[in-house]
């Protein structure tokens, strides 16, 4: 009796002891599958990261460096002006050497350009925003005498490698000193 009652015992562990290896092989599999969506998971996460951070695009600069104060202009033809002091240029898509900004993304983007100038009789204060060397708005303005200042700003829809700058209004002048009074901006709203 014993004997039997043992072999039994037996018997029915060696049934649970398969079923537990089969068990841990199930899992060991699911375990597998499991490692590697989170290993794809991840990659998507990366990828996502790197994008989010191709398009956190800002940028704001002045005219003129600190201790470099002084007007620009007139000039007889448009001429592109270089914002030297570059206030913030997240994204580096803002160029301070040839005062262009190029889009490193299609989207939508806002700009706007202040500038400040001397009153004058004849010479007006002016600049004019520019998409690809095709003139876009201008903010001019003009009095007498006292300082003058003029502003504008608009929203585009740019391609990846579309330019913008600011060009110096024909026969116009600006200023700017380290109180930073001419300047030009420019945000990624949104990508397309």
């Known amino acids: ?20 290896e089969k ?16 290993a794809e998971q991840a990659a ?4 996502l990261k790197k994008e ?20 620009m202009g007139p000039d007889e033809e448009e001429s592109t002006l ?8 997240i994204g580096g898509a803002y160029n301070p ?4 900004f190029k889009a490193p993304v299609k989207g939508v983007y806002q700009f706007t350009v202040f500038a400040l100038g ?3 009789g004849s010479t007006g204060t002016g600049v004019c925003l520019h998409r690809n060397g095709e003139h876009v708005v201008t903010a001019w303005s ?8 003029a502003s504008n700003g608009t929203s585009l829809l740019l391609e990846e490698g579309d330019e913008v700058c600011v060009k110096l209004w024909p026969n116009s002048w600006v200023y700017d000193n380290d109180n930073h009074l001419t300047t030009f901006s420019g945000h990624l709203l949104f990508p397309m």
């Open 1 to 20: 009796m014993m004997s039997l009652a043992l072999e039994e015992t037996v018997t029915s562990l060696e049934v649970r002891l398969r079923a537990s």
């Open 23 to 38: 068990t841990v092989e199930d899992q060991r599999g699911i375990i597998k599958e499991l490692k590697e969506k989170q």
């Open 44 to 47: 998507v996460l990366k990828e």
């Open 52 to 71: 989010q951070e191709e398009r956190r695009v800002s940028f704001s600069a002045s005219l003129r460096e600190l201790g470099d104060a002084g007007s």
């Open 82 to 89: 270089i914002y030297q002091h570059v206030i913030t240029n």
């Open 97 to 100: 050497n040839t005062g262009v």
């Open 118 to 120: 001397q009153g004058h």
């Open 142 to 149: 003009r009095q007498p005498s006292d300082r003058v200042s």
